[in-house]
């Protein structure tokens, strides 16, 4: 008996689709529910599993064919043997006495304001032993990026979905094979072949490089090629090009070329979500908001000599060392009580008054600035919020924010300050009213009770939505803001 292969039924608003990926051929024998090919649309990549046990008599779609939904790509006949097709030979995966498990590695839930997410970076390649609790790879959504560990000890199997793929929540990318090991070297040079050296991440590098198998010298078990062996592969391709130029170069002046361009390159990368997630958030509080900045100023010295009396004290009692930032953020705390629509956001057509201080702190990180939320800063003391904010910093560097971390949050803070910005005007955080920006601290003549004097200065620029906030409002926050932070004793006695 016969089975029709077929495309599954795309959405309405999809109108082709594309083969992917097989991960069977003509004569292989298949499973039920095996994953035969992975169909990839604009959205998503569909996975097309098998019916029924059988072999696989005909494939008549090949990876890059575009196709419609329903349409018939493959015939599998169930319970028949192939004939024709050589076994296919591979390396045995060495057991222990326990019995070797197969293990879905799958995307974590993803929540509800997440469609989707994209494979960032496997850190293991198929073949390679794995211990419980390994991260195997990085899932970037819009927000953050999560890890997926491994569940047991054991081998990993195949490799779904490379980088760069688009998945779902719940999907499965990979498989573990749980209380197997690795098989022995020697076996591996036996067994090992074709596509088998590398994982489908280096043999996209390959691809894009312009590198075959031949040119890439493995340097891992038996023969496999890893990402730095491509690497390595293209610096001596890239080498070798250098000096054919460079023979070319003593030809005499009349038999050289005319124009000589010299080494000029350039390098396309794709944007991650997380930073196409910033340019459109950018863009959107850009075009929807009546966005404003207003300026002031504030004198930085009394917190300085604050500081400066204090630092070793507050470090050897709280574990923690005395910044800036705490300062910053009980004041516009103090200031939010005060002005409430500053505290306050737009949805649709009411105002939503927030009767909590949740307060957003700009991170940078090497994958782009995240806004991760310090929660109830009415409660916290000076100590709390320093080490708050140390470790949102941290789990920002270390990619370990998780989607808790950054929901929410009233009112934003970004200090531009610690790169050296003097001056600017920051963007909103929707769907945030206003967002304060600090700045760099520096030495300037100042006019005080008619004298000239030098005082450590700081701009301070509150940038909100005049659709909520008016100017009376926003001027008197940022004023009561400069107000504590040149009298640091007001935040203590309330006034």
Do not use: C
Not at 145 to 165: K, M, T
Not at 377 to 392: K, V
Request: net charge negative; aromatic share 4%; hydrophobic share 40%.
């Amino acid at each position: 008996m016969t089975t029709e292969i077929k495309v599954p039924v795309l959405p309405e608003s999809v109108a082709d689709a594309t083969i992917a990926t097989w991960h069977v051929k003509v004569g292989d024998k298949v499973s039920r529910d095996q994953n035969l090919v992975d169909i990839e649309t604009d959205k998503v990549v569909l996975e097309v599993v098998a019916t029924a046990d059988g072999v696989m008599t005909d494939i008549s779609q090949e990876e890059g064919a575009t196709v419609l939904g329903e349409q018939v790509i493959a015939i599998l006949s169930e319970g028949e043997i192939a004939q024709t097709a050589a076994p296919k030979v591979s390396a045995p995966l060495a057991t222990s006495p326990s019995v070797v498990k197969v293990i879905d590695i799958v995307v974590p839930v993803l929540p509800e304001s997440v469609a989707d997410a994209t494979v960032a970076t496997w850190h293991v390649a198929e073949g390679d032993t794995v211990s419980v609790d390994q991260n195997l790879v990085d899932i970037e959504t819009d927000k953050v990026v999560l890890e997926v560990v491994a569940q047991d000890n054991g081998v990993i199997g195949r490799i779904i979905h490379v980088e760069g793929d688009t998945v779902l929540g719940s999907q499965k990318i990979g498989e573990l094979n749980a209380g197997a090991s690795a098989p022995a070297a020697a076996s591996q040079e036996e067994a090992i072949g074709g596509d088998e050296l590398s994982s489908p991440s280096v043999r996209r590098l390959m691809t894009e490089k312009g590198l075959t198998a031949n040119d890439v010298k493995g340097s891992g078990k038996g023969g496999r090629i890893s990402k730095e062996d491509v690497e390595a592969a293209l610096a001596n391709k890239n080498s070798a090009s250098s000096n054919a130029k460079a023979q070319i170069a003593k030809v005499p002046a009349s038999l050289a070329p005319v124009d000589s361009l010299g080494e000029r390159s350039q390098k396309r990368v794709p944007m991650t979500r997380l930073r196409k997630t910033i340019a459109t958030r950018l863009l959107e509080a850009k075009n929807s908001t009546a966005m404003l900045t207003t300026f002031n100023e504030v004198n930085m010295k009394p917190i300085m000599d604050l500081r400066k009396q204090y630092k070793d004290l507050f470090e050897k009692t709280h574990d923690t060392r005395l910044g800036f930032m705490s300062f910053y953020v009980k004041a516009v705390t103090e200031a939010l009580k005060r002005f409430p629509a500053v505290n306050a956001s737009i949805d649709g057509d009411d105002i939503v008054y927030h009767n909590f201080f949740d307060i957003s702190i700009a991170v940078s990180t090497p994958r782009g600035l995240v806004t991760p939320v310090l929660r109830d800063t009415d409660q916290l003391g000076m100590a709390a919020i320093e080490n708050g904010i140390r470790g949102l910093a941290i789990k920002g560097r270390d990619g370990k924010l998780s989607i808790a971390d950054m929901t929410g949050g009233n009112f934003t803070i970004t200090n531009g300050g610690v790169f050296g910005s003097l001056l600017s005007t920051p963007i909103l955080n929707l769907p945030q009213a206003a967002i304060l920006g600090m700045h760099k601290i520096q030495d300037r003549p100042m006019a005080v009770d008619g004298k000239v004097e030098i005082l450590p200065m700081m701009y301070l620029a509150l940038s909100y939505d005049h659709r909520l906030i008016d100017g009376k409002e926003s001027v008197g926050f940022l004023v009561t803001i400069k107000d504590l932070l040149e009298d640091p004793t007001r935040l203590l006695l309330d006034v």
